[in-house]
């Protein structure tokens, strides 16, 4: 099933008619609390996961956000097959919003995971190099982490994400799932967004 996606200007009009969309932001609580759009429910896409089925008791639409809206598909795609059929994807995510405007909430800064993968990606292949002219045979690891790139990417998948995630810069604070899923079911916000 195709995801229907919402641009930035298109939520702020559906915003300002009043609160008829419910926004769920899947970001890690790292990046959610460096930003994100006020009134906003929390539920990171891994603790997604294993709740879809209760989604599709949500009261109104949902707008599913991440920071780039790749996440937040992936989103969206689990929630349809769980039979969810009131969800859309921000495109462009957070980054769409912030430059057509949107209001922010702001926290902490902390690079986006989507910047920390590319800056480790490029890290590990320079470094490669730099070994390479060292010591013979080096030039592998720079292969290979250009092989990943390219098999992850046609995959749609980011495991580097996943193990970056699991540093202590990058976690933020828990997240009550049940109580974020209740929140969207019963469209009233969390205390605190």
């Known amino acids: ?84 059929r009131a969800a859309s994807v921000l495109d462009g995510g957070v980054i769409a919003w912030n430059e057509a405007g949107g209001d922010l909430v702001l926290g902490k800064s902390r690079w986006a995971m989507d910047r920390q993968v590319r800056f480790t990606a490029g890290l590990l292949v320079v470094v490669g190099f730099a070994l390479n002219a060292a010591v013979s045979g080096f030039w592998v690891l720079s292969l290979l982490i250009g092989a990943a790139l390219v098999t992850t990417a046609a995959l749609n998948i980011c495991p580097m994400a996943v193990a970056l995630g699991m540093l202590p810069y990058n976690r933020g604070s828990s997240v009550d799932a049940d109580g974020a899923v209740q929140a969207i079911r019963d469209r009233t916000p969390l205390k605190g967004t």
């Open 1 to 84: 099933m195709d995801i229907t996606t919402v641009n930035a200007h298109e939520l702020m009009s559906q915003l300002e008619a009043g609160p008829a969309v419910t926004l769920v932001d899947v970001r890690t609580s790292a990046e959610y609390e460096t930003r994100h759009i006020a009134g906003s429910v929390h539920l990171p896409l891994d603790l997604l996961a294993g709740r879809c089925e209760q989604f599709a008791e949500a009261i109104g639409p949902i707008v599913l956000i991440c920071e780039s809206g790749q996440r937040a598909g992936q989103a969206g795609e689990r929630l349809a097959a769980a039979g969810c």
